[in-house]
């Protein structure tokens, strides 16, 4: 008997109407191009992997695999490794517990636990302009109704958040927001904005969703007391090792009240069950120990070198042409090209030339700003930063000289 042959697939594989609006990650599509001979990029997030603790790390498998062996293979808690949530706790969050701390694989499923929890279709959520693009996904595919609050060097703009408040139809579900060097503006909240919007959300009942992401790599001082140790009673916690530690070990954490991690438990289970344990078993084994504290000093000397070089080599090429702020910490620089500059354009041309960044656009809800790019300083040698900044100049110089 013949096989039937359909010539339209779609007749059959139907995407739910969730599938169909979840965008692409700009820069994951723009990572598939960077192997392309010749080709340099400063697009993705990347921390540097020379950095990496490898040697630390295997010692540290092998221990463990000696000590508790298949355990590591088995299945375990759905909240994550006991020990590893009572340390990030005691770290990150005084005064809280384990018990407030539920594991996740890495700060994206955080967010799509979160996102699961509270948006329904319409929901209005409040978040900063711009914002990070990997949150943008995975709220887009929940439908939400985005309300874009302008963010500039000492955090959102104050008026605006109270006007939308106060003109929203419907109480915002929550803000999501990143304080600490944001992604990808690399701007920090100033304390009298933080206590200020701590204040205002606690006010008109809305949680803040804070992503810490990025505040352990200060390259001056420590930051102002986060959202969450301002008002825990209203600020859910995203944290991460991707950024500290190594991305591929995919470890991140929610902290949040503990009825609100007891329910997350519950959509956990129903997504992965639980993250892989020996990934936490490495990643407690060398935060808990003395070396960490080290490796940290080392990643922050090191980015911020690489960031004084960046700066330095912008600042070679383009003078006054382009605004320019050195990076007090983080990953990114936020480039602001004059009003005509469209960096989508920008982008596509950039790529021709084998050179990658981000068009602006990608990190705006609503009407986009087409003037920025945002620019990864972490990853890249001192040689290959100084070529690239090189290509962006002289294509940048181009598309002046066409205006």
């Known amino acids: 008997m013949g096989k039937l042959i359909l010539e339209n697939t779609s007749e059959i594989f139907r995407p739910s109407a969730r599938a169909a609006r979840t965008p692409a990650s700009v820069t994951r599509d723009i990572l598939k191009v960077i192997d392309t001979p010749g080709m340099i990029s400063f697009a993705g997030g990347l921390p540097d992997d020379t950095l990496f603790p490898i040697q630390d790390l295997r010692n540290i498998f092998e221990t463990s695999v000696s000590k508790k062996g298949a355990k590591l293979f088995q299945y375990a808690d759905t909240q994550g490794y006991s020990d590893l949530r009572a340390w990030i706790a005691d770290r990150y969050y005084p005064g809280s517990n384990a018990d407030e701390i539920l594991l996740t694989s890495g700060s994206q499923q955080a967010l799509d636990l979160l996102s699961r929890y509270f948006i329904e279709e319409g929901s209005p959520i409040l978040l900063e302009r711009p914002s990070y693009l990997g949150a943008i996904q995975v709220f887009s ?16 703009d104050m008026e ?5 408040l106060k003109n929203s139809s419907e109480r915002p579900k929550f803000f999501y927001c990143i304080p600490d060097f944001q992604n990808p503006s690399a701007y920090s909240y100033s304390l ?12 008109n009942g809305i949680p803040i969703l804070e992503d810490t992401a990025y505040r352990e790599l200060y390259f001056e001082k420590e930051l102002p007391t986060s959202l969450c140790e301002l008002g ?15 991305p591929g070990l995919r470890v991140g954490w ?34 808990s120990s003395s070396k960490y504290e080290e490796h940290l000093s080392l990643i922050r000397k090191t980015y ?24 007090k910490g983080g990953l990114f620089y936020w ?21 990658a960044a981000v068009p602006g656009s990608s990190f705006f809800v609503g009407k986009p700003e087409r003037n920025h790019l945002r620019w990864n300083f972490s990853n890249a040698s001192e040689e290959q930063t100084k070529l690239g900044v ?3 100049y002289k294509v940048y110089l181009e598309m002046v000289s066409n205006c």
């Open 141 to 156: 595919s929940y439908a939400p109704s985005f309300i874009g609050i302008s963010y500039g060097e000492e955090g959102p």
């Open 160 to 164: 605006e958040l109270k006007y939308a």
């Open 192 to 203: 009298e904005t933080r206590n200020s919007i701590s204040e205002l959300l606690l006010k």
């Open 232 to 246: 825990p009673e209203h600020t859910v916690s995203i944290g991460t090792f991707s950024k500290t530690l190594a």
């Open 254 to 287: 929610i902290k949040a009240p503990k009825k609100i991690v007891q329910d997350l438990i519950v959509q956990k289970q129903s997504m992965d069950l639980h993250s892989p344990t020996l990934n936490q078993e490495l990643v407690y084994g060398f935060v």
């Open 304 to 327: 911020r070198q690489k960031s004084e070089h960046t700066h330095a080599c912008l600042q070679k090429n383009f003078g006054d042409s382009i605004p320019l702020q050195i990076s």
């Open 335 to 355: 480039l602001e090209f004059p009003e005509e500059i469209d960096t989508d354009l920008l982008f596509r041309k950039c790529l021709e030339k084998g050179l």
């Open 390 to 392: 090189e290509r962006l």
